[in-house]
Protein backbone atom coordinates (compact mmCIF):
# COMPACT_ATOMS: atom_id res chain seq x y z
CA UNK A 1 0.00 0.00 0.00
CA UNK A 2 1.66 3.06 -1.38
CA UNK A 3 -0.93 6.14 -0.54
CA UNK A 4 -3.87 7.01 1.27
CA UNK A 5 -6.31 9.90 1.02
CA UNK A 6 -8.32 11.39 3.86
CA UNK A 7 -11.44 13.59 2.85
CA UNK A 8 -11.14 16.55 5.31
CA UNK A 9 -13.45 18.96 6.41
CA UNK A 10 -12.04 20.26 9.80
CA UNK A 11 -14.86 18.53 11.44
CA UNK A 12 -14.03 16.26 14.85
CA UNK A 13 -14.62 13.72 12.40
CA UNK A 14 -11.95 14.52 10.51
CA UNK A 15 -9.85 14.97 12.84
CA UNK A 16 -10.39 11.59 13.71
CA UNK A 17 -10.36 10.12 10.99
CA UNK A 18 -6.79 11.55 10.08
CA UNK A 19 -5.63 9.93 13.28
CA UNK A 20 -7.01 6.77 12.25
CA UNK A 21 -4.98 7.35 8.39
CA UNK A 22 -1.95 8.19 10.20
CA UNK A 23 -1.97 4.73 12.62
CA UNK A 24 -2.28 2.78 9.21
CA UNK A 25 0.19 4.80 7.22
CA UNK A 26 2.83 4.25 10.07
CA UNK A 27 1.92 0.52 10.16
CA UNK A 28 1.70 0.30 6.19
CA UNK A 29 4.62 2.60 4.71
CA UNK A 30 2.01 4.92 2.86
CA UNK A 31 2.12 8.13 1.66
CA UNK A 32 -0.88 10.80 2.91
CA UNK A 33 -2.81 13.03 1.40
CA UNK A 34 -5.84 15.09 2.65
CA UNK A 35 -8.34 16.48 -0.13
CA UNK A 36 -10.52 19.31 1.16
CA UNK A 37 -13.54 20.63 -1.59
CA UNK A 38 -15.14 23.73 -2.16
CA UNK A 39 -18.84 22.15 -2.39
CA UNK A 40 -20.25 25.63 -2.01
CA UNK A 41 -22.14 27.42 -5.31
CA UNK A 42 -20.51 30.71 -6.01
CA UNK A 43 -21.16 32.34 -9.26
CA UNK A 44 -18.68 33.04 -11.68
CA UNK A 45 -18.01 36.65 -11.23
CA UNK A 46 -17.62 36.44 -7.66
CA UNK A 47 -14.28 34.19 -7.80
CA UNK A 48 -12.86 36.70 -4.96
CA UNK A 49 -14.81 34.84 -2.67
CA UNK A 50 -13.25 31.60 -3.79
CA UNK A 51 -10.25 32.81 -3.79
CA UNK A 52 -10.56 34.28 -0.09
CA UNK A 53 -12.23 30.83 0.90
CA UNK A 54 -8.88 29.29 -0.35
CA UNK A 55 -6.18 31.30 1.69
CA UNK A 56 -8.64 30.76 4.76
CA UNK A 57 -8.55 27.22 4.23
CA UNK A 58 -4.73 26.77 3.52
CA UNK A 59 -4.33 29.09 6.63
CA UNK A 60 -6.29 26.50 8.67
CA UNK A 61 -4.31 23.72 7.67
CA UNK A 62 -0.87 25.37 7.98
CA UNK A 63 -1.89 25.03 12.06
CA UNK A 64 -3.14 21.33 11.53
CA UNK A 65 -0.83 19.79 9.26
CA UNK A 66 2.43 20.49 11.19
CA UNK A 67 0.26 19.00 14.58
CA UNK A 68 -0.54 15.70 12.62
CA UNK A 69 2.54 15.81 10.78
CA UNK A 70 4.70 15.34 13.65
CA UNK A 71 2.81 11.99 14.53
CA UNK A 72 3.81 10.40 10.49
CA UNK A 73 6.74 7.69 10.79
CA UNK A 74 8.00 8.80 7.04
CA UNK A 75 6.81 11.15 4.66
CA UNK A 76 5.02 14.38 4.76
CA UNK A 77 1.19 15.29 4.64
CA UNK A 78 -0.20 16.31 0.79
CA UNK A 79 -2.78 18.90 0.42
CA UNK A 80 -5.13 19.04 -2.40
CA UNK A 81 -8.03 21.50 -2.70
CA UNK A 82 -11.19 20.68 -5.17
CA UNK A 83 -14.17 22.41 -6.28
CA UNK A 84 -17.43 20.65 -6.89
CA UNK A 85 -19.40 17.95 -5.52
CA UNK A 86 -17.77 16.57 -2.51
CA UNK A 87 -17.99 13.28 -3.69
CA UNK A 88 -17.25 13.47 -7.46
CA UNK A 89 -13.75 15.45 -6.51
CA UNK A 90 -12.78 12.94 -3.43
CA UNK A 91 -13.19 10.16 -6.50
CA UNK A 92 -11.03 12.46 -8.61
CA UNK A 93 -8.49 13.32 -6.04
CA UNK A 94 -8.12 9.50 -5.39
CA UNK A 95 -7.44 8.56 -8.70
CA UNK A 96 -5.05 11.45 -9.11
CA UNK A 97 -2.73 10.29 -6.33
CA UNK A 98 -3.80 6.60 -7.04
CA UNK A 99 -4.77 6.24 -3.62
CA UNK A 100 -5.06 2.20 -2.26
CA UNK A 101 -7.46 3.69 0.29
CA UNK A 102 -9.75 6.77 0.87
CA UNK A 103 -10.73 7.21 4.93
CA UNK A 104 -14.12 9.46 5.64
CA UNK A 105 -15.81 10.44 8.74
CA UNK A 106 -19.10 10.30 9.31
CA UNK A 107 -21.79 11.55 12.42
CA UNK A 108 -23.39 8.00 11.87
CA UNK A 109 -27.68 8.62 12.47
CA UNK A 110 -26.57 10.79 15.71
CA UNK A 111 -27.28 14.46 14.69
CA UNK A 112 -26.57 16.38 12.17
CA UNK A 113 -23.03 18.52 11.52
CA UNK A 114 -22.81 21.77 9.27
CA UNK A 115 -19.69 20.09 7.94
CA UNK A 116 -19.69 17.75 4.36
CA UNK A 117 -18.35 14.53 5.34
CA UNK A 118 -20.99 13.08 7.63
CA UNK A 119 -23.44 13.71 5.06
CA UNK A 120 -21.39 12.41 1.62
CA UNK A 121 -19.95 9.55 3.79
CA UNK A 122 -21.87 6.71 1.63
CA UNK A 123 -21.67 8.61 -1.62
CA UNK A 124 -17.84 8.90 -1.06
CA UNK A 125 -17.83 5.26 -0.49
CA UNK A 126 -20.05 4.41 -3.90
CA UNK A 127 -18.36 7.04 -6.22
CA UNK A 128 -14.91 5.94 -4.99
CA UNK A 129 -12.44 4.21 -7.29
CA UNK A 130 -10.62 2.21 -4.15
CA UNK A 131 -11.75 0.66 -0.79
CA UNK A 132 -13.09 3.17 1.46
CA UNK A 133 -12.34 3.48 5.62
CA UNK A 134 -15.26 4.97 6.98
CA UNK A 135 -15.35 5.69 10.82
CA UNK A 136 -17.19 8.01 13.53
CA UNK A 137 -15.83 11.12 15.13
CA UNK A 138 -16.51 9.00 19.15
CA UNK A 139 -14.04 6.08 17.68
CA UNK A 140 -11.56 5.72 19.87
CA UNK A 141 -8.24 4.98 17.81
CA UNK A 142 -6.11 2.40 18.59
CA UNK A 143 -2.50 1.53 17.93
CA UNK A 144 -2.80 -1.12 15.60
CA UNK A 145 -5.49 -3.63 14.17
CA UNK A 146 -6.05 -6.83 15.78
CA UNK A 147 -9.30 -8.21 14.57
CA UNK A 148 -10.96 -8.17 11.14
CA UNK A 149 -13.99 -9.01 10.78
CA UNK A 150 -15.14 -10.76 7.89
CA UNK A 151 -19.05 -11.01 6.89
CA UNK A 152 -20.03 -14.15 4.20
CA UNK A 153 -23.09 -13.83 2.87
CA UNK A 154 -24.87 -15.60 -0.45
CA UNK A 155 -23.69 -13.52 -3.10
CA UNK A 156 -20.48 -14.11 -5.08
CA UNK A 157 -19.31 -11.17 -4.50
CA UNK A 158 -18.68 -11.92 -0.63
CA UNK A 159 -15.43 -13.50 -2.30
CA UNK A 160 -13.89 -10.64 -3.43
CA UNK A 161 -12.92 -9.44 -0.70
CA UNK A 162 -10.34 -11.83 0.45
CA UNK A 163 -7.47 -11.18 -1.20
CA UNK A 164 -7.57 -7.57 0.13
CA UNK A 165 -8.45 -8.57 3.46
CA UNK A 166 -5.37 -11.44 3.91
CA UNK A 167 -3.08 -8.62 2.64
CA UNK A 168 -4.09 -5.94 5.35
CA UNK A 169 -4.33 -8.70 7.84
CA UNK A 170 -0.63 -10.04 6.79
CA UNK A 171 0.70 -6.44 6.92
CA UNK A 172 -1.09 -5.47 10.58
CA UNK A 173 -0.77 -9.07 11.52
CA UNK A 174 -4.30 -9.04 12.56
CA UNK A 175 -6.71 -12.51 12.83
CA UNK A 176 -9.43 -12.64 10.44
CA UNK A 177 -12.64 -13.53 12.22
CA UNK A 178 -15.10 -15.18 9.22
CA UNK A 179 -18.67 -14.62 10.49
CA UNK A 180 -21.76 -16.29 8.68
CA UNK A 181 -24.55 -14.78 8.99
CA UNK A 182 -27.30 -16.83 8.58
CA UNK A 183 -30.97 -15.37 8.17
CA UNK A 184 -32.42 -17.91 5.80
CA UNK A 185 -33.51 -21.30 6.70
CA UNK A 186 -33.61 -22.36 3.24
CA UNK A 187 -30.73 -25.00 3.02
CA UNK A 188 -29.41 -24.08 -0.54
CA UNK A 189 -28.70 -20.76 0.40
CA UNK A 190 -26.89 -21.77 3.91
CA UNK A 191 -25.40 -24.63 2.00
CA UNK A 192 -23.94 -21.51 -0.37
CA UNK A 193 -22.76 -19.31 1.80
CA UNK A 194 -20.40 -22.56 3.71
CA UNK A 195 -19.03 -23.01 0.52
CA UNK A 196 -18.00 -19.81 0.56
CA UNK A 197 -16.45 -19.72 4.17
CA UNK A 198 -14.63 -23.01 3.36
CA UNK A 199 -13.13 -21.40 0.04
CA UNK A 200 -11.72 -18.32 1.72
CA UNK A 201 -10.61 -20.74 4.67
CA UNK A 202 -8.22 -22.14 2.24
CA UNK A 203 -7.01 -18.97 0.64
CA UNK A 204 -6.28 -18.07 3.92
CA UNK A 205 -4.65 -20.95 5.04
CA UNK A 206 -2.42 -20.91 1.82
CA UNK A 207 -1.46 -17.37 2.97
CA UNK A 208 -0.64 -17.79 6.12
CA UNK A 209 -3.50 -15.71 7.90
CA UNK A 210 -4.79 -16.28 11.21
CA UNK A 211 -8.30 -16.57 11.04
CA UNK A 212 -11.40 -18.17 13.13
CA UNK A 213 -15.03 -19.12 11.67
CA UNK A 214 -17.90 -18.56 13.71
CA UNK A 215 -21.80 -19.01 12.16
CA UNK A 216 -24.42 -16.78 13.70
CA UNK A 217 -28.32 -16.64 13.61
CA UNK A 218 -29.41 -13.47 13.28
CA UNK A 219 -33.26 -12.17 12.37
CA UNK A 220 -31.48 -8.41 11.84
CA UNK A 221 -28.20 -8.75 10.04
CA UNK A 222 -27.01 -5.54 10.94
CA UNK A 223 -27.21 -5.85 14.23
CA UNK A 224 -26.27 -9.14 15.05
CA UNK A 225 -23.14 -8.71 12.72
CA UNK A 226 -22.41 -5.21 15.50
CA UNK A 227 -23.43 -7.69 18.22
CA UNK A 228 -21.11 -9.64 17.79
CA UNK A 229 -18.45 -7.08 17.06
CA UNK A 230 -18.26 -5.92 20.47
CA UNK A 231 -17.80 -9.94 21.22
CA UNK A 232 -14.70 -10.31 19.71
CA UNK A 233 -13.61 -6.37 20.04
CA UNK A 234 -13.31 -5.89 16.25
CA UNK A 235 -11.31 -3.35 14.78
CA UNK A 236 -12.96 -3.24 11.76
CA UNK A 237 -15.39 -4.52 9.97
CA UNK A 238 -14.75 -5.22 5.91
CA UNK A 239 -17.72 -5.67 3.47
CA UNK A 240 -18.92 -5.11 -0.33
CA UNK A 241 -20.73 -2.60 -1.46
CA UNK A 242 -21.79 -1.16 -5.50
CA UNK A 243 -20.93 1.39 -7.01
CA UNK A 244 -24.21 3.42 -7.61
CA UNK A 245 -26.54 0.57 -6.83
CA UNK A 246 -28.35 -1.57 -4.79
CA UNK A 247 -28.48 -5.91 -4.83
CA UNK A 248 -29.67 -8.56 -3.34
CA UNK A 249 -26.93 -9.61 -1.28
CA UNK A 250 -26.71 -9.23 3.04
CA UNK A 251 -23.88 -6.79 2.76
CA UNK A 252 -24.64 -4.96 -0.58
CA UNK A 253 -26.53 -2.04 -1.14
CA UNK A 254 -29.15 -0.71 1.85
CA UNK A 255 -27.24 -3.11 4.23
CA UNK A 256 -23.99 -2.11 3.66
CA UNK A 257 -25.01 1.50 3.89
CA UNK A 258 -27.22 0.50 7.52
CA UNK A 259 -23.48 -1.02 8.83
CA UNK A 260 -21.96 2.37 8.00
CA UNK A 261 -24.74 4.53 9.38
CA UNK A 262 -25.02 2.33 12.92
CA UNK A 263 -21.57 0.93 13.17
CA UNK A 264 -19.13 1.90 16.47
CA UNK A 265 -15.70 0.65 14.63
CA UNK A 266 -14.30 1.60 11.17
CA UNK A 267 -16.03 -0.06 7.97
CA UNK A 268 -13.34 -0.91 5.23
CA UNK A 269 -15.85 -1.15 1.84
CA UNK A 270 -15.04 -2.56 -1.30
CA UNK A 271 -16.65 -2.17 -4.59
CA UNK A 272 -17.57 -5.23 -5.93
CA UNK A 273 -16.98 -6.24 -9.39
CA UNK A 274 -19.90 -7.52 -11.22
CA UNK A 275 -19.85 -9.61 -14.30
CA UNK A 276 -22.61 -9.85 -16.29
Known amino acids: MKHFLVAFDFS ?4 KTLEYAIMMANKTGADLSLVWVDSSSTPDNVLNIDQNLRIETKKLFEEIIPKYEATLHMGKINLIL ?7 EVATAARMVEADIVFAGTHGVSGFEQYWIGSNAYRIVTNSPCPVITLRGDYQVKEQIKNILLPIDSTPETKQKLPFAARLASICQATIHLVIVYNSPIGVIRHRMKSYADEAIKMLQQQGVQYVLEELEADKLVTGLLD ?12 MTEQGGTSGGIFLGPYAQQLINHSFIPILSLQSQIHE
Not at 12 to 15: C, G, R, S, V
Not at 228 to 239: E, F, G, N, P, Q
Open 82 to 88: RKGKVYT
Open 12 to 15: KNAL
Open 228 to 239: YAKTVDADMIMM
